[in-house]
């Protein structure tokens, strides 16, 4: 079959957010990109991740906030409708149709070639379509891999013969299981255990480690952990999973707890670079692998290949990956102008992806808001600090927002510089807290400096202030 060949300035495999920002950029700047796409242009982040979970949980949330409220709670009579809850999905997923995100990138002025991308040498990307055909694209400049990654399964025995559950059909799952089994106590596996549990299902969570959440402050899977048992979630930690198998229409999980019944399995143990298709055997990578990059997302050793959000594995969530696009493309429109690439700031020459102090909201119930770094990983790290820890349900704000709110903030502090190192929340509606943490921590914002952002009375946010007077304290 003869295949077809177009140049462009740039091509990005990859038409999820982070692809599309990165050609976005460069499109901007002036130069030619295309997007290519084997599945719905928008990517898992659309249609599978962040959008459909977080309206899968904004109901319940919302009931939550409700009965939360003396006055209020009488008004609550009954119960969340599952079904609209579903189609309420279904439609910010558009019902998995990407006619809306297409009509974007062709109002920007980038192409789109759907099929399968595979680099086959220099600058050089070969895409077959879905009925054989194929089309070759050369690179003037860059090639961009924004291919994102896949559920990663774990070396279970059985595992294989299951049909267990991913986050994707987690996500899409039209009518809630009767029982589910959770496999896994991070991000995804506790925010679907909170989301199915709301909508009817019995819910059991194996985590392998000694609690959830364990890349945060202990305080937030503690609190995690006790709302779901509260719900009626079983919680099994330090738990091993060994085998599974499939009994009819029921799985049966194999743990160091015992025997576990369920009618749906999900998987959400992490995940794994969707690298291991995309040719970098090739051009001299290791293929299946997290491409390591500079911090313009240039692939070390290389000049025309760049790899940005989850296929570099540096921070795997969208915003991030969001933010390391419009990075690489100013680097790769300053390069393509002969230009010196910047290594500070933002602007057509700026392309330092900073990871030191990544952003990142658990929606459970309570949500964790949290950015840099828990005290241990200030004490790995061997950098001096202290940590300041403050009831958020003492605060004058937050008892207006919630009868009986519980909830914590915690800040890591440099004792040296005194600036923060990290900070933690955890309550409901916490997530619109951490904009300002966020720049108080990226900005390294001295505490001297932080006695002057006033909060406004009366808000959560006070809770700033007793922070700050904790530190002043000594507490």
Known sequence: METDEKTYDVVVLGAGPVGENVADVVVRAGLSAVLVERELVGGDCSYWACIPSKVLLRGTEV??????????????????DVAATLARRNSFVSDWDDAGQVEWVDGAGIDLVR???????????????????????????????????DAAMPPIDGLADVA???????????????????????????????AWQALGAQVTVVQRGERLLDTMEPAAGEAVAQALRTAGVTVHLDCEATAVRREGAEVVLMTSAGELRGDELLVAVGRTPRTDDIGLGL??????????????????????????????????????????????????????????V??????PHAATADDRAVPSVVFTSPQVAAVGLTAAQAADRGLPHRVVEYPLGDVSGAKIVADGYA?????????????LLGVTFVGPAVAELL?????????????????????AFPTVSEIWLRLLETWRDGG
């Open 164 to 194: 267990a559950w991913t986050p994707r059909e987690a996500t899409e799952a039209q009518v809630p299981p009767g029982r589910l089994l959770v496999l896994g106590g991070g991000y995804v596996g506790c925010e679907m255990a909170t």
């Open 342 to 347: 910047s290594t500070a700031g933002w602007g």
């Open 63 to 80: 009931l939550a906030e409700a009965r939360a409220v003396d006055g209020a709670e009488q008004a609550v009579t009954g119960e969340q």
């Open 407 to 419: 909830g914590t903030a915690i800040a890591v502090v440099d004792t040296e510089r005194e600036v």
């Open 115 to 149: 099929g399968t991308g595979r680099l086959a040498g220099e600058r050089t990307v070969v895409v077959t379509a879905a009925n054989g055909g194929q089309t070759r694209l050369i690179a003037r400049h860059a090639v961009a891999v924004a291919t994102g990654s």
């Open 283 to 340: 051009v001299g990578l290791e293929p299946g692998t997290y491409l390591d990059v500079d911090d313009s997302q240039r692939v070390r050793g290389s000049e025309w290949l760049y790899a940005v959000g989850d296929a570099n594995g540096r921070s795997l969530l969208t915003h991030m990956g969001k933010y390391q696009a419009r990075q690489a493309g100013a680097a790769i429109v300053a390069r393509a102008r002969g230009e010196q």
């Open 435 to 455: 904009q300002a943490a966020t720049i108080a921590v990226v900005g390294e914002v001295p505490i001297s400096r932080l006695w002057h952002a006033v909060p």
